[in-house]
């Protein structure tokens, strides 16, 4: 199994050492760029969620990224402290939100189920919260 | 994140480059930029975004670009966006905004 972890504070200036991050440990082990895109982008969107939603864009929160490749399966974990969101609670097209709401929304959570095959939130004890996303990816993978 | 305006831009045919990455920090910037460009160009009637040196694009870029469309196509002025990365055009294609506005890829 190849693992990896970033710990962050939540700011948006954070998304793009995330970004390097996924791109950096995954790259050799994913080979289609599309694939390697698409997990970068659900990453991104997944912390960016938290760091603008969950905690208020506060720096000095702390979260923790983690990447497992076990078999052709990638897990990714986010550990927040800050209390879960539901993500099951948007709505499932993007574009509704527009009608709501006059401006265009949800596209980060869209994205996340499009790509992603399962996620799970649970709230740990203190009220901190763990999102999990796995992606089955073909046998290509180097794990 | 940078926009300039191409050598090739006409009164009524403002053609911008984009370089870089699209993400939450950089696409209120982008929105600025493209503001102030039709500012400057006032007769542009078409907009053509050259997306070739454009490497990633997130939710927010995608958001963005939606509310451009949705500004700029009342008043008459269209927006395609050419010379896209097959990665940026895929996370268009997810999103439809391939659907909404003419959208070529490299």
Redesign the interface.
Known sequence: MYKASLQFGAT??N??II?HFVQTHLRERIPS??TL??I??AV??LC?NSI?HANGEDPQKELRLELRLQGGTLHIYLYDPAPPYDIHAYPSE??LL?ADTD???G??I??IR??IDKINIRRRRGGSSVYHMAKQLSDEVKS | MQVEVLPDTTETHLKLGIIG?L???SAPKLYENLNRFLQQYSSARQITLNCRGLT?????G??IL??SI?NLTPRGITLELVEVQ??VY??LD???LTKLMPVNHV
Do not use: H, K, W
Not at chain 2, 56 to 60: D, G, K
């Open positions: 948006t200036e998304l793009p970004r760029s599309l895109n698409q970068t982008v991104e969107e960016a603008l993007p574009m527009r401006r265009p929304g596209f980060g869209y994205l499009r790509i | 990455e993400d939450a920090i990633y694009l997130s939710s927010a995608a958001g939606l509310m949705d097959p990665e895929n996370i997810l999103l439809g």
